[in-house]
């Protein structure tokens, strides 16, 4: 539940925080953290077709941010690819669900990238079973563009609260080929309410939170170092950073005031949402969460063609014993009897956001 994304904040007993030097001032304007975000300068930068489409693959959006990927090059033309069992979610994504459905994303980044450079891929999942790579792929000259990919470098994840407006009708039309998409009054406040109650069992359970908190990357240190998790950075964040006030213990301690003004933060965030969208499967099997995801990137790139905000909130969907009522809700008011609802998002129109961190890609080849 970390701080972030606020113009102005009070903290403190209402004391505003503020660089206290010129050179505390400098030192803030030097705080974008380049070498994170070079992978996405380097997209695209790779002669074999490959691990071309690997680099945008690797721009896929992820639960906190884990870049679960591994991938091994094999022969001329075929790709596998990993789950990386150190990196997954136990507290709040116990059976891999969420993390499966980023793998959905990573595919699909890959499949519409290796077609706008005119290749093919024949997908195979689980090639040798669950314990094997998740995924193989087989790369061939064929391809076809999808327009989507287009969107690939402007996609985000907006996590701010929306503009107080409606989702055009003519938005909410071209999304609804996508995901379900729900704009009525009655629908969108049932989900305001459900999606604060999650985040706060979420935020309220000591070791769900710590799950999120050491994920935490403070500053731009940290986030060169770990271009992974949940990042921390910017001038402002950094300048609560220099006065104490923003630390990894504070952010676990919900008696403290940076935790409370947090609170405040998400809920203002939450409830600025005028419209939702879901993704709901049939079953629950792997393949039915890789093609969820496969789905979430396609309607997150095709927000980023209208000018749409998406925002995932999913914490009403993770499976932990302290979720179970807010998940049984959501599975009855969003799905039909034996349906899965597999995603869950706040749509509505906000800034454009920066770039999240990444690993560069050769940090994730098994075998450069």
Not at 250 to 269: C, H, L, N, W
Not at 277 to 291: F, K, P, S, V, Y
Not at 317 to 335: C, K
Request: glycine fraction near 8%; hydrophobic fraction near 40%.
């Amino acid at each position: 539940m970390p701080i972030t994304r606020r113009k102005t904040l009070t903290l403190i007993g209402g004391g505003t925080i503020l660089a206290a030097s010129a050179s505390a001032g400098a030192f803030l304007t030097t705080r974008t953290p380049h070498d994170a975000l070079a992978p996405w300068d380097a997209a695209g930068d790779y002669d074999d077709p490959r691990l071309n489409a690997l680099s945008f693959a690797l721009l896929a959006p992820n639960p906190h941010n884990l870049q679960p990927w591994q991938v091994a090059l094999e022969g001329e033309d075929r790709v596998m690819v990993y789950h990386d069992a150190s990196r997954r979610l136990p507290e709040t994504d116990p059976f891999d669900r969420q993390i499966i459905i980023g793998f959905g994303c990573f595919l699909e980044l890959m499949v519409l990238a290796a077609g706008a450079a005119g290749y093919a891929v024949n997908l195979t999942l689980y090639p040798e079973g669950e314990n094997g790579p998740l995924a193989g792929a087989v790369f061939a000259p064929g391809g076809t563009h999808d327009p989507l990919f287009d969107q690939v470098m402007r996609r985000r994840s907006c996590k701010e609260p929306f503009e107080n407006r409606a989702l055009s009708a003519a938005h909410a039309n071209e999304l609804e080929l996508f995901a379900d998409v729900y704009t009525d009054a009655p629908t969108v406040e049932a989900l305001k309410s459900l999606t604060w109650a999650a985040w706060e069992v979420e935020a309220r359970t000591p070791r769900t939170m710590q799950e999120s908190v050491d994920l935490m990357r403070f500053g731009k240190a940290q986030i060169n170092a770990n271009p992974d998790g949940i990042d921390l950075g910017g001038p402002f964040l950094e300048s609560l950073m220099l006065a104490g006030v923003l630390t990894r213990a504070e952010q676990a301690d919900p008696t403290s005031q940076s935790f409370k003004q947090g609170v405040e933060i998400y809920r203002e965030m939450l409830h600025a949402t005028p419209a939702y969208a879901t993704l709901i499967t049939a079953g629950n099997t792997r393949a039915d969460q890789i093609e969820a995801g496969r789905r979430w990137v396609r309607l997150n790139l095709k927000c980023a063609a209208l000018g749409v905000a998406l925002h995932p909130v999913s914490q009403c969907l993770q499976e932990y014993p302290e979720m179970a009522e807010l998940y049984t809700r959501a599975q009855d008011v969003l799905a039909s009897p034996g349906q899965t609802v597999q995603m869950l998002g706040r749509l509505g129109y906000g800034p454009m956001t920066p770039r999240t961190p990444r690993w560069p890609l050769e940090a994730k080849l098994m075998n450069a």
